[in-house]
């Protein structure tokens, strides 16, 4: 059985660019779920899943509520509704924003340390608020993984530093190197690091 089977993937504030380089630097036959939560605004209608298409060898969905969680797909957050990923399948939730975001970083985290556990890997990049950083501590409480992009390669350094400041992170890369971790991960090779 795969070691991880959710990477949960949160940014904001220059996470275009670093979703174009994470996302794309996973290969057609990566089997892990991909769930993202990028800040949006509420007005963006489908204009991240267009963007984001061209770069991506993964199908790339926008989730909808009730949708199935299957592996090798990325499931993008629309914009204004929280992404929660339950037992099998991924809802929408009209809550309250956390930290002024809805979609929040925080409650996709939460909620895939709460159904995924072990078998959870958390990747917080780019962003300028703190969201993320409570939700990536619950993963490593639950025995997933922490995964932050180094400050010094983000656009926005403030939600990479406030986790590595909160959180015992297993590891901070470089953005270009997060891809290819994730593709060993989940290949089950552990580097002797490990």
């Not at 779920?33 to 800040?39: C, I």
């Not at 914009?79 to 996709?108: C, K, T, W």
């Not at 639950?142 to 983000?154: E, H, M, Y």
Request: net charge negative; with cysteine; proline share 6%.
């Amino acid at each position: 059985m795969m070691p991880f089977q959710m990477i949960a993937v949160g940014t904001s504030l220059g996470g275009f660019e670093a979703l174009k380089t994470v996302l794309g630097g996973l290969p057609a036959d990566f089997a892990a779920t991909v769930a993202v939560v990028q800040h949006r605004s509420s007005e963006d209608s489908e204009g991240m899943l267009r963007l984001l298409e061209p770069y991506v060898r993964l199908p790339i969905i926008e989730v909808e509520d009730k949708d199935q969680i299957l592996g090798g797909y990325v499931y993008l957050s629309p914009p204004n509704y929280h992404l929660v990923a339950e037992q099998g399948y991924f809802a929408l939730s009209a809550d309250s924003p956390v930290m002024h975001a809805r979609p929040s970083i925080d409650v996709l985290f939460e909620s895939v340390a709460e159904s995924f556990g072990q078998q959870a890997v958390g990747v917080l990049l780019t962003g300028m608020s703190c969201d993320g950083t409570a939700g990536l501590a619950r993963i490593k409480e639950r025995g997933g993984l922490a995964v932050v992009q180094d400050p010094a390669s983000a656009e926005g350094q403030r939600m990479p530093q406030s986790a590595i400041a909160s959180v015992a992170v297993d590891k901070v890369l470089p953005l270009a190197e997060i891809a290819p971790f994730l593709v060993e991960l989940c290949a089950g090779q552990r580097s002797k690091a490990w």
